[in-house]
């Protein structure tokens, strides 16, 4: 088993700034992709950047420029720093994690609990 445990959401003004970090615990696995999701209110689950295990990365156009997403391979653990923060960016901010576990042949997808990011005008 594995558990995502997410941090760093809250409350900012426009041009802002802040981090959330997304840990993994467990044993005995390894992560490919690593990515952050955000979905507002009434509105659907949409991707905001990924990470490869190689370092390769994507970023939603829309924050390009403003977001980075980076990974830390000896802590399980994915990043996204968030600057230049604007109002249309809040929304519930999720990690999704490929897991690879070491008797299996395919990964599996963990998602984390989600963490609240608001950014008022």
């Known amino acids: 088993q594995v558990q995502l445990v997410e941090s760093g959401g809250g409350v900012v003004q426009a041009g802002g700034s802040l981090r959330l970090s997304c840990a993994a615990s467990?044993?005995?696995?390894?992560?490919?992709?690593m990515a952050w999701y955000r979905q507002a209110p009434g509105k659907q689950r949409d991707l905001v950047a990924a990470i490869f295990s190689g370092g390769r990365t994507n970023l939603a156009d829309s924050v390009k420029g403003r977001f980075t997403i980076s990974r830390d391979n000896t802590k399980n653990t994915v990043y996204l720093q968030m600057n230049s923060l604007k109002p249309e960016d809040t929304a519930v901010y999720f990690c999704?994690?490929?897991?690879?576990?070491?008797?299996?042949?395919?990964?599996?997808?963990?998602w984390g609990q989600g963490t609240q990011v608001t950014v008022s005008s």
């Open positions: 467990g044993s005995r696995f390894s992560i490919s992709r």
């Open positions: 999704n994690l490929g897991i690879l576990f070491s008797d299996a042949y395919l990964p599996m997808e963990y």
